[in-house]
């Protein structure tokens, strides 16, 4: 850029150098020129030539002007396409649900293993997990055996707003309305049920 400015004032300068030796010529101020140096006098007195010049400088400047005030095309920026997101899936059960215009809810449940209640009951206990926060919380447990009873509880408080209907001999709806249940708080599920015959339950959001 600066050079091109450079070359603008010295084409400008020259420009105007011939015009002002034009202009002593219009005036007849070349006599001791004339008379002192004539074969400087001669070349300087070759009209056609410096008419060429001026036109030649002329041109060159325009061209020069003009590239110097062009406005140059933006640079076209050029952004890799996002990577496709994965879910990779883990644990010992997992189901997602997608709600319409919300992220993807990934439910994971943990099983913790079995205890004798002293009302001769079987208890199976499950650490249920989450991708996301969600309040109020409401599952349903369905089981593979008929179901004496069921609870949630918050392994992140050991206060916590539950409550349990029964909607079939296998399901049953647990609900929370606190604490928040998330990534860092999970919950924990335990079923009731007896016999000594494995038990398989699922947990479904609503």
């Known amino acids: 850029m600066l050079w091109k400015v450079w070359q603008l004032v010295a084409v400008a300068f020259a420009i105007c ?17 004339e008379k002192r140096w004539p074969t400087l006098w001669a070349a300087m007195n070759n009209r056609a030539a410096r008419l060429l010049l001026i036109v030649i400088a002329i041109a060159f400047l325009s061209k020069d002007f ?11 920026a050029r952004l890799p396409p996002p990577p496709v997101p ?7 059960q997992e189901m997602r649900q997608t709600a319409a215009g919300s992220e993807q809810l990934k439910i994971t449940a943990l099983f913790r293993g079995y205890s004798r209640e002293t009302n001769n009951l ?13 309040t109020p919380v409401t ?9 004496a009873s069921a609870k949630l509880s918050s392994e992140a408080s050991r206060v916590a707003f539950t409550g349990e209907t029964k909607i079939s001999a296998t399901q049953w709806e647990l609900s929370m309305s606190a604490p928040v249940w998330g990534p860092t708080a999970p ?3 335990v079923a009731e049920y007896s016999g000594e015959e494995e038990i398989y339950c699922t947990f479904t959001s609503r």
């Open 122 to 134: 079987r208890r199976a206990e499950w650490l249920v997990l989450s991708n996301k926060i969600v």
């Open 139 to 147: 599952l349903l447990m369905s089981c593979n055996r008929e179901l």
């Open 187 to 189: 919950l924990s599920a």
């Open 66 to 76: 003009h590239d110097a005030i062009a406005v140059r095309a933006p640079p076209v």
């Open 17 to 33: 150098a011939l015009v002002f030796i034009e202009i002593l010529d219009w005036h007849g101020r070349f006599d001791v020129i």
């Open 86 to 92: 994965q879910i990779i899936s883990g644990g010992q």
